[in-house]
């Protein structure tokens, strides 16, 4: 398949950032600086608004936007209403993955999460917890037909957690999303499932409710694979991150890093809050489980046509911000020590400080 390379310097005419400064976390308790303006480096400010289209959205009006997402708790909701979020991914070498991603969906907010691994890794996910669901078909001869059962009542997909690479489990993982698609499942895709559509990117190409969730080395690998280059050392990120949204049809990206970069090719937005120096194994599972349950909240948002942001980059945004502050604390307390596990019991009280 040919893909026609980006126009870089259009793409950075184009941006507009959305940035917010770690003193100000979007909160009910919060005093900006300025009333509805957040600059990370206000000396730019003037280069800035040259080099954006469009308008710039403020604080204030993000605070609204990500609180009209999150759906209110009534005593009149039943099970699934909040979120029925499957995995795919768990093999014999990676079971915790999967674990994380689908605890913190429950955690953030999901009734139900749904675990797709193989019939190996089913055992020992099973023993983590007894909220999950576990489904030992990944591997199986009949796997196809056994997501068929399961894919109609789940509202989000996040496919790579553990996945492995295993070449007959990537067919598999690869039919699935094709099905996904044609039933219109929103897919976050992380880790090895990153591999999977750096190899084969038309598996996504223009499908646009489609979140990525590349590290730095995986953003290179996958750019490369797009642009035809490897992004240089000293280019803009955000520029580079929105240019790879367009190439992919206006998917969305959320590129992990110092600073998380979210762009749907339109929009792009800058997470740059308090987080830890701690990089142990895991934190991007909690990130990915979490976009899940907030994609499935901004993509039923969206649909009363009031928003301003795509789904996909306030989902993004809002699994950045909130993923980070449960780093943040629990760095505070473990220090050089911390390790993903300890940034679950965080969740709730983040998620109330951050966006209640």
Known sequence: MMYVRGDREKGILEI???VTDHNHPIGPDVTYRKAD??????QKKKDQAQQSSGRTVGVTELQTMVKSVIPPLTNDLHKGQAGRIGIIGGCQEYTGAPYFSAITALKV????A?????????PVIKSYSPELIVHPILDHVNA?????????RLHTLVVGPGLGRDTEVLKTVSSVIQNCK???????????????????PELVVSYTNTVLTPNVVEFQRLFDKMIGERPGQNQDLAANTKLLAQCMGNLTILQKGSEDIISDGNTVIMCSTDGCPRRCGGQGD???????????WAVKKSADGTAILG????????ACRLIRECSRRAFTSNGRSMVASDLIPHIHQSFDDIFV
């Open 109 to 112: 907010g999901a009734d139900l």
């Open 114 to 122: 749904h675990v797709f691994c193989t019939k190996e890794a089913a």
């Open 144 to 152: 196809l037909a056994e997501f068929e059962k399961w894919l109609p």
């Open 311 to 318: 789904p996909g980059v306030l989902a993004g945004y809002m």
């Open 182 to 200: 044609a039933r219109g499942i929103p897919l976050v895709i992380d880790a090895d499932g990153l591999f999977l559509i750096t190899e084969s």
């Open 37 to 42: 303006r957040i600059r990370k480096n206000p």
């Open 16 to 18: 507009r950032k959305l």
């Open 286 to 296: 909690l990130l990915s489980g979490s976009t899940g349950v907030f994609y499935n």
